[in-house]
Nanobody
Framework: VQLQAFGGGLVQAGGSLRLSCAAS????????VGWFRQAPGKEREFVSA???????HYADFVKGRFTITRDNAKNTVYLQMSSLKPEDTAGYYC???????????????????WGQGTLVTVSS
């Protein structure tokens, strides 16, 4: 199983980026797929997730700015990021798991599969 995250880059504050997480060797259809981020010197933190039911979850600091969607036909999950701030600068990682619940969705250790990360840099 391989997850590939891409779409990161350098953007000015207030700008937008769309991250993609594509899976090979596994279908996302029954999985919860989440996005986490880690800035230099900081702990990895939950950003957003979409469960196999279609329900979505967001960290408070991205609510209203980020939108997570999934395309099961393409086996891809997207994270549309808007109104980006310098504090959003981090490596963004996608993860998937088949035993993630609404209670554990923010817990990185619950996810079984991880992508390599894509770097998002927001300049002020």
């Amino acid at each position: 199983v391989q997850l590939q995250a891409f779409g990161g880059g350098l953007v000015q504050a207030g700008g937008s980026l769309r991250l993609s997480c594509a899976a090979s060797g596994r279908t996302f259809r029954s999985d919860t797929v989440g996005w986490f981020r880690q800035a230099p010197g900081k702990e990895r933190e939950f950003v957003s997730a979409i469960r196999w039911t279609g329900s979505t979850h967001y960290a408070d600091f991205v609510k209203g700015r980020f939108t997570i969607t999934r395309d099961n036909a393409k086996n891809t999950v997207y994270l549309q990021m808007s109104s980006l701030k310098p504090e959003d600068t981090a490596g963004y990682y996608c993860a998937a798991g088949d035993n993630v619940t609404s209670t554990t969705v923010t817990m990185s250790r619950i996810y079984q599969y991880w992508g390599q990360g894509t770097l998002v840099t927001v300049s002020s």
